[in-house]
């Protein structure tokens, strides 16, 4: 069993094909709408889930990009799904603009072959990334949806090597267990609460500094491209390819995941990734249609019959049209 937490906060059409396209009667389901995406969204996701079992609502909590209430968020999503159930052995975190890129079967058959590993990016912050440094070298205050005042120098937790990778990840029973249970892992919360992204390192670090031994594959199983966020006042200076990579060497210069879009799909279709971001239907709405006809194909093979899966996809007859009128494309 999978224990799956998806991360709302906007397009609740993309969100719904996202988990129509990932659910399973024997997985397990908790979704968190954060409280800024207002009570709408937060209604018309809740009256979705009804018709599905094993499926469940954390409380919304206003979730602040680069604080660590994604970090709280996300310790409150496991705690609970390790309440709710004794059996699931994978926990997979996703984003609403998240897809996959594997049925169900070929994931669980994946996870099943890998058993008690933890998929997780990983990198020594000090040696690969020292111009993220500034993140945890800094007091940060998070207050009312946002950081407040002066960030503060300070020292950095005493014998312990910071680590830094990606917020996305699939970690086993037991490194969710030990993350939520462990005495070990309290000094870690208490510092990372003042430090900026650590979505993108609290696990890392924590798994690599306590008595925690089981497998880490360094390996999140993302599909993502990562390009560089240029702000307006860069752009204007026609950057030479040397200058961009310099800058964003220096932290001058951010990256972000592209928005996948149809000239994506060979990329794509050829990845071994179980899951991709990001998405965005109000850029290209065609892209999902087509990886979701290629999964639905892959569900309608193995169970023609079925009629549960018919009725939660309603584009399937559409998507499959697409499919097929991209591959006498590529043809």
């Known amino acids: 069993m999978i224990a799956y937490f998806i991360l709302v906060h906007r397009y609740p059409i993309q969100f719904k ?9 024997t997985n397990l389901y908790l979704i968190h709408v954060d409280k800024q995406a207002g009570p709408a969204l937060r209604a018309e996701v809740r009256t979705f889930l009804k018709d ?18 994604m970090v709280e968020a996300e310790l409150r999503g496991i705690k609970k799904l390790l309440s709710l159930n004794q059996k699931w052995e994978a926990y ?27 998929f997780i990016k990983i990198a020594n912050q000090i040696n690969d990334r020292p111009n993220t440094l500034n993140r945890i070298e800094n007091y940060f205050v998070e207050v009312d949806g946002q950081f407040s005042g002066t960030p503060i120098k300070r020292g950095f937790l005493a014998h312990v090597t910071p680590y830094i990778g990606g917020q996305w990840k699939i970690l086993s029973r037991a490194a969710c267990e030990f993350i939520t249970t462990s005495p070990e892992v309290s000094k870690f919360r208490n510092y ?28 999140d199983l993302r599909a993502i491209i990562w390009i560089p ?38 990329y794509l279709l050829a990845s071994k990734a179980l899951f991709a971001r990001k998405f965005d239907e109000t850029v290209d709405k065609t892209i999902l249609d087509i990886l979701e006809a290629n999964l639905s194909r892959r569900r ?3 169970d023609k019959s079925s009629q549960v899966i018919s009725a939660r996809i309603p584009i399937l007859d559409t998507s499959i049209s697409v499919l097929k009128s991209f ?3 590529e043809a």
């Open 300 to 302: 309608y093979k193995k």
């Open 92 to 118: 997979i975190n996703l984003s609403g603009q998240d897809f996959p890129l594997k049925s169900q079967t070929q994931i669980k058959t994946f996870l099943r072959s890998h058993a008690g590993q933890d």
């Open 229 to 266: 966020d240029i702000d307006t006042r860069l752009t204007s200076q026609n950057l030479s390819p040397d200058d961009t990579n310099a800058l964003i060497a220096s932290g001058q210069i951010k990256l972000r995941p592209k928005t996948f879009t149809t000239s994506d799909l060979p």
């Open 52 to 69: 599905f079992p094993n499926t469940h609502l954390l409380k919304s909590q206003t979730v602040v990009w680069g604080g660590y209430s």
């Open 17 to 25: 094909r996202l988990f129509n396209s990932i659910y399973d009667p």
């Open 327 to 329: 591959k006498t494309l």
């Open 192 to 219: 990372y609460r003042h430090t900026l992204i650590a979505d993108e390192s609290f696990f890392q670090t924590v798994l690599m500094n306590t008595q925690y031994t089981n497998k880490i594959v360094k390996d």
